[in-house]
T-cell receptor, first 113, second 116 residues
């Protein structure tokens, strides 16, 4: 089955800095890569996603890049703000009917004011 | 549009007991998935239901079972509870993945189960 590795497990930055979280996946058939943000006491919420037919996608301060050859994808957050502090999860989905993503172990992002 | 709601939010059980967790899907969603999230870990897929039928299962023993009802709400049942079952149980609803939608998961806030 799919295996998703996520790094780092903890990331601490100053407000205004950029943050980068990286994930690798094992199944070359995976073609959909969502990122979720989980705030304390809440369920994960989708923040951005990318399909395998594009290399980069941007939505305001967040962007995701995908390298299918190397089987890795990254989340980039620019101009970080304290409200960006949360746990971020990457996921990879192997197509074939059911939407059953495999999640990474998460990155705890701390943005210091 | 009503979001995904789960109940109970917290519960404490002892080893060997049974538990039922409930989930109401987001309006219009026909697929529900259950995940187990241990402390400091990512969500681990338990199973998925589509139109009342199990549509996929992760690496969990048979004592984890589920149901989906005609209104697309769902239950997760766990029998013979073990200490390692202590976790946050997340329910997520979605539309079935097809050419017109990504199958985005909409999560509830979870049910935190503690097994003593």
């Amino acid at each position: 089955g799919e295996n998703v590795e996520q790094h780092p497990s903890t990331l601490s930055v100053q407000e205004g800095d950029s943050a980068v979280i990286k994930c690798t996946y094992s199944d070359s058939a995976s073609n959909y890569f969502p990122w979720y943000k989980q705030e304390l006491g809440k369920g994960p919420q989708l923040i951005i996603d990318i399909r395998s037919n594009v290399g980069e996608k941007k939505d305001q301060r967040i962007a995701v890049t995908l390298n299918k050859t190397a089987k890795h994808f990254s989340l980039h957050i620019t101009e970080t703000q304290p409200e960006d502090s949360a746990v971020y999860f990457c996921a990879a989905h192997t197509s074939g009917g059911s939407y059953i993503p495999t999640f990474g172990r998460g990155t705890s992002l701390i943005v210091h004011p | 549009e009503t979001g995904v709601t789960q109940s109970p939010t917290h519960l404490i059980k002892t080893r060997g007991q049974q538990v039922t967790l409930r989930c109401s899907s987001q309006s219009g969603h026909n697929t529900v998935s259950w995940y187990q999230q241990a402390l400091g870990q990512g969500p681990q897929f338990i199973f998925q239901y589509y139109r009342e039928e199990e549509n996929g299962r992760g690496n969990f023993p048979p004592r984890f079972s589920g149901l989906q009802f005609p209104n697309y709400s769902s239950e997760l049942n766990v029998n013979a509870l073990e200490l390692d079952d202590s976790a946050l149980y997340l329910c997520a609803s979605s539309l079935a993945l097809d050419a017109t939608n990504t199958g985005e998961l909409f999560f509830g806030e979870g049910s935190r189960l503690t097994v003593l």
